[in-house]
């Protein structure tokens, strides 16, 4: 089956700091991909959604200044969270659409964890 | 009103029990119904996937959809202890569209 990937999966931090994720899909090209956060004994929240080759569209009240997407191939988005605070904690997870079926798959996850 | 309403649970279930997880909507425009397992610290599989109303079945799992009521069912037969995980149901209006309303998820333990 299709294979999403994320890296690192478990990241800790400094408040101030920033902090890379990358998220791949490892068997098939991805036109869209979407970057979620969930906080503990929450659902998904849908944060930005990435386009490639073009600028990210985010949701209502995520700071695109903060947290800034990156989708420069059809196979990879990055997600930088920009000086991290002990909010920014949680786990964000990508998805990522398959340009010819229109299938979502998710990655696995990364546990961000500002100290 | 929240688009998708689901009892976080616990739901706690003896391993060979049927297990019934549900969701209900307020969009009627939503077509596309999915349930999604996530086992702790990890991403959400795929589970069930149906479009509009009816049933689908995949091995001890069922998935059910009634439009008319605005509700939608997982049932999981002969439950396993690898069945213990957080499911999720999700929804969208078009296959093609990127906004997917995710349920809260319910948390399910099977005791061996």
């Known amino acids: 089956g299709a294979v999403v990937s994320q890296h690192p999966s478990w990241v800790i931090c400094k408040s101030g700091t920033s902090v890379k994720i990358e998220c791949r899909s490892l068997d098939f090209q991805a036109t869209t991909m979407f970057w979620y956060r969930q906080f503990p004994k929450q659902s998904l929240m849908l944060m930005a959604t990435?386009?490639?080759?073009?600028?990210?569209?985010?949701e209502q009240g995520v700071e695109k200044d903060k947290f800034l997407i990156n989708h420069a191939s059809l196979t990879l988005s990055t997600l930088t969270v920009t000086s991290a605070h002990p909010e920014d904690s949680s786990f964000y997870i990508c998805s990522a659409r398959n340009s010819l079926s229109y299938e979502q798959y998710f990655g696995p996850g990364t546990r961000l964890t500002v100290t | 009103q929240k688009e998708v309403e689901q009892d976080p649970g616990p739901l706690s279930v003896p391993e060979g029990a049927i297990v019934s997880l549900n969701c209900t909507y307020s969009?009627?425009?939503?077509?596309?119904f999915m349930w999604y397992r996530q086992y702790s610290r990890k991403g959400p599989e795929l589970l069930m996937y149906?479009?509009?109303?009816g049933n689908k079945e995949d091995g001890r799992f069922t998935a059910q959809v009634d439009k008319s009521s605005k509700y939608i069912s997982l049932f999981i037969r002969d439950s396993q202890p690898s069945d213990s995980a957080t499911y999720l149901c999700a929804m969208r209006v078009s296959n093609t569209g990127n906004q997917f309303y995710f349920g809260t998820g319910t948390s399910l333990t099977v005791i061996p």
């Open positions: 149906t479009y509009s109303s």
């Open positions: 969009n009627s425009a939503f077509q596309y």
């Open positions: 990435s386009n490639e080759g073009s600028k990210a569209t985010y």
